[in-house]
């Protein structure tokens, strides 16, 4: 994989964020900016960030950048790094653990509630990203196929979660979908012996029998399938159910 330029790509980004809210407060965007970079696979793990170098390329002070990186620190996707700075930690098997968890009991019951709430919108919507999936693309770097095959997978279960119609369920999944993106990234890149290409596949055909069992509005089915789906999450990596 080529070097990245981490303080090139944040500052690009934050020009974005910059031009789309330009009421936010400054460290609003700084943080959506670099949250952006890590969440969409951008950083890979080990990146190193100086506070100097970032706060010289976005021309701002350090009062607002700090902001921004004490907030990345607590929620988790920063790191202080020993003599300075801050670097993209890796993903550990217990973070993995807690997550792959959590998931299987938010995740599960929006599948339920999508069986029986599912317009023909979602329906169509659920379909695109099978399409998708099924039509993958493979590129000539393991890390941009890791970053399509997130990013759908993402898309895939984020629609399930709309389809669920249910408000808090709906609120709760995007507050966490940052986090959650960017643990998908780092599962693959991270802990996974398995190539690309064989989880690709595997995953393809378990959304397949979920987005069956939503379509024929049978909520046992599509509950069961989504969990069969996360454990098999845990077996790539020799994980007990």
Known sequence: MEEINPYTLIQELFEQEQKEHIFNFLYENIFAAIRRCLCESLLPPGTVIQEKHLADTLHVSRTPLRQALSMLTESGLLNPRPGGGFIVPKLTLKAFTDANFARKAF?????????????????????????????????????????????????????????????YLIKAYQELKPHLMHMRY???????????????????????????????????????ATRIHLNNCRSVWGLSQ
């Open 107 to 167: 995740e599960t019951a929006c599948a339920e509630l999508a069986a029986c709430n599912a317009s023909a919108e979602d329906l169509s919507h659920l379909k695109k990203q099978l399409i998708r999936m099924q039509n993958f693309k493979f590129a000539t770097t393991e890390y941009e196929n890791i970053r399509t095959f997130a990013e759908i997978d993402m898309n895939f279960h984020t629609q399930i979660c709309l389809a669920s119609k249910n408000d």
């Open 186 to 224: 780092q599962t693959v890149y991270e802990l996974s012996p398995v190539p690309t290409k064989l989880i690709v596949t595997s995953v393809r055909d378990e959304h397949l029998t979920i987005y069956m069992a939503i379509r024929n509005k049978d909520p046992e089915f599509a509950y069961a």
